[in-house]
């Protein structure tokens, strides 16, 4: 890994992890979200990592080195694109104040009020609509402003920033170097990408931590080096620690599960669930456990698995298709036809070529229209919200971009 | 049904050169219409197309996915490549145009050029400038314990009626959404009521401009004027409300010392 993907990894990481032990420190010890304690806790999390891998760390530090070579002209271009992208993201973030309707009415509001009240317990009973989604952003807004700056909208460019370099690193350890920056282009290009990075809403931190955590997943597979299987354990957590109503995180276990039972490690299965269900079972308990005090924390439909088997048909079937196909799949353009044309030829050539990748990203899209068909069953409004279902769905994009890289690339490494 | 009639034929005269040339041409002409059709949206308004040729382009994007499916059936590698590339080369040009519309929407030339903005003036701009002065004046009127009854949530008062929404500005106040004719919790019960007229004219479940429309009593009334943001008292605090009277009024009742 090089320094600028482990920069970018420690940051995703850092936020989400220490965001994480802030919310649990509340939460079991009661020690409430001040500026000081904040502080003393992300000191003593790194006290703790140092002196538990000082070794490795002082190594880093010691064998790191700076390339001297001039860079060539297009990778000099392709990284001043990319720094005009960030830098415009950055300007509009510090610029216009938070003002999207979610953010107000949730992400922000908790940061703001737990200003005020800086118990997340007593903000959760004071406050109806609190606890509809993990804290993460909402924690990373509370410390911005506990420092005393005033707009945390640029956390949003550092995941932006931070999304794109690893895109880019990663894509580049299987296929070359061209195709990974052509296809990191059009990454940082996309729309709903551009878009979410000068927002304050949940969609890019989820996609960011999906996306990555089957990125890392997928290099585990191939190189069977336990410490991406940690990495992709922490980062589906932690994506989990943005959003945990979308039941995504359903791929990569199972991806993990029949990776483990083919190499026979079953250890791997423990491992990956382990780190995963810390983030997110914390979060579960602690909304029972609200729950319990007030009643439902988030009214959110609950999913039966055996009414939506009882309820397939072909009439259901097709509309749901209909729908996902109109305000979804239509809305990914022409990435949605070369990544149909990959899966053709996947079918066709699947002995000459490692698919793998391209049937993890599949895999989420049946859980897409799964979750939707779920959803149609359960609640009678489900066609209401196409924009929400967009939203929800836009993690399917660099992952579709990215099957389409490995799938095309005559170096596929 | 379409797709079934197609793949029948496809595989009649698939052999033929002539016709797998024709659906080459086909699913490039259709990748192509559907990047026309679609940046032809970009550079007007999202529904161009269909009020003017009256056909979906998403039903574009579909007719070149099933060319692109008959095309694959029967190609070499190379030109299925080509395909792709070319599809992906149209995506950079789609997403250019369309993020050089989101880039314009931000406006950052208007940043550069207003780079001291004070943070109110952004809000105004942002949310409107009428819902964030009025959450300003709010603010100011009442103190941090107020219980506050706002208007049912729905327009014509899409942002001041909505909880969640409105607290972000007043929080730690507590805000009690009322019905339309009559304030559905006991009015001793709250420390102010809002004059809301509202600030956008849709009507929704009924509900139209001016709120409340119930009497209130009260012991003093502040009106305010969203374009001069000047406010003035009225000591009786007895707020009437006449049907007749639909004039844009906007204010804030305190409903005891």
Not at chain 2, 8 to 17: D, N, T
Request: proline share 4%.
């Amino acid at each position: 890994m090089g320094l600028a993907e482990r920069l970018s990894v420690s940051f995703l990481l850092g936020l989400g992890t220490f965001t994480f032990f802030v919310f649990l420190f509340d939460w079991i010890f009661n020690i409430d979200y001040s500026l000081n304690n904040t502080l003393s806790l992300l000191i003593s999390l790194c006290v703790v990592l140092f002196a538990v891998k000082y070794r490795e760390t002082i190594d880093f530090f010691k064998t790191i080195k700076f390339e001297k070579k001039k860079p060539k002209l297009k990778t000099i271009l392709f990284w001043g694109f990319i720094f005009l992208i960030v830098a415009y993201t950055l300007l509009v973030n510090l610029y216009w104040p938070i003002s999207d309707w979610d953010a107000l009415a949730l992400y922000d509001f908790r940061a703001k009020a737990f200003l005020v009240d800086p118990s997340l317990i007593h903000a959760s009973l004071s406050n109806d609509y609190f606890l509809g989604y993990p804290l993460l952003t909402s924690l990373a807004h509370l410390f911005v402003y506990q420092i005393g700056l005033p707009n945390p909208k640029f956390i949003y460019s550092l995941f932006y920033l931070s999304f794109v370099c690893i895109y880019y690193y990663s894509l580049k350890r299987h296929t070359s170097k061209n195709s990974a920056m052509a296809f990191t282009i059009i990454l940082a290009l996309l729309p709903e990408l551009l878009i979410h990075s000068t927002m304050a809403y949940t969609n890019l931190a989820y996609m960011v931590y999906l996306c990555l955590g089957t990125f890392y997943l997928f290099d585990w597979i191939k190189n069977k080096d336990r410490w991406l299987l940690y990495l992709s354990a922490i980062l589906i957590g932690l994506s989990s620690w943005v959003r945990i109503a979308e039941p995504f995180w359903i791929v990569p276990i199972s991806a993990v599960c029949l990776t483990a039972i083919r190499n026979r490690k079953w250890k791997d299965i423990v491992r990956y669930l382990s780190i995963f269900l810390i983030f997110y079972s914390s979060w579960k308990i602690f909304s029972s456990y609200v729950s319990n005090m007030t009643g439902p924390v988030l009214n959110a439909v609950k999913l039966d698995y055996f009414s939506i088997l009882k309820n397939v048909n072909f009439e259901r079937l097709f509309l749901v298709t209909n729908y996902l196909y109109t305000y979804v799949f239509s809305t990914w353009g022409l990435v949605f036809l070369a990544f149909l044309v990959v899966i053709i030829v996947s079918i066709f050539k699947r002995k000459e070529k490692n698919y793998t990748f391209l049937y993890i990203t599949m895999f989420f899209l049946i859980v897409l229209f799964i979750g939707t068909f779920g959803f149609f069953i359960v609640y009678p409004g489900w066609q209401d919200i196409p924009d929400s279902a967009r939203r929800m769905s836009i993690f399917l994009l660099p992952l579709m971009l990215y099957s389409i890289a490995l799938t095309t690339n005559n170096e596929n490494k | 049904m379409l797709f079934a009639v197609l793949f029948l034929v496809f595989k009649k005269f698939g052999e033929s050169k002539l016709f797998r040339n024709a659906i080459s041409v086909a699913a490039f002409l259709f990748v192509a219409a559907y990047v026309m059709s679609d940046i032809l949206e970009k550079l007007t308004y999202p529904n161009f197309i269909f009020s003017h040729f009256h056909f979906q382009t998403y039903l574009l994007l579909l007719s070149a996915i099933l060319m692109a499916c008959l095309f694959l059936l029967n190609e070499s590698e190379k030109r299925i490549r080509i395909l792709i590339y070319t599809a992906l080369i149209f995506v950079f040009g789609q997403y250019l145009i369309t993020d050089f519309a989101t880039i314009k929407g931000k406006r950052p030339v208007f940043i550069l050029k207003n780079i001291n903005l004070s943070y109110d003036k952004k809000m105004e701009m942002t949310i409107g400038k009428v819902v964030y002065d009025y959450a300003i004046f709010i603010k100011n009127k009442t103190p941090a314990n107020a219980t506050i009854l706002i208007p049912p949530q729905a327009y014509p008062w899409d942002k001041t009626s909505n909880v969640a929404y409105l607290r972000y500005f007043l929080y730690p106040r507590n805000l009690i959404n009322g019905d339309e004719k009559d304030p559905k919790v006991d009015i001793q019960g709250v420390d102010y009521v809002l004059i809301d007229y509202g600030e956008t004219n849709i009507s929704q479940y009924g509900y139209t401009n001016v709120w409340p429309k119930f009497n209130v009593v009260g012991v003093e009334i502040t009106y305010w004027d969203p374009t001069s943001g000047k406010t003035w008292q009225d000591k009786t605090g007895d707020y009437r409300y006449d049907p007749k009277d639909s004039s844009e009024k906007w204010g804030i009742i305190k409903i005891k010392n």
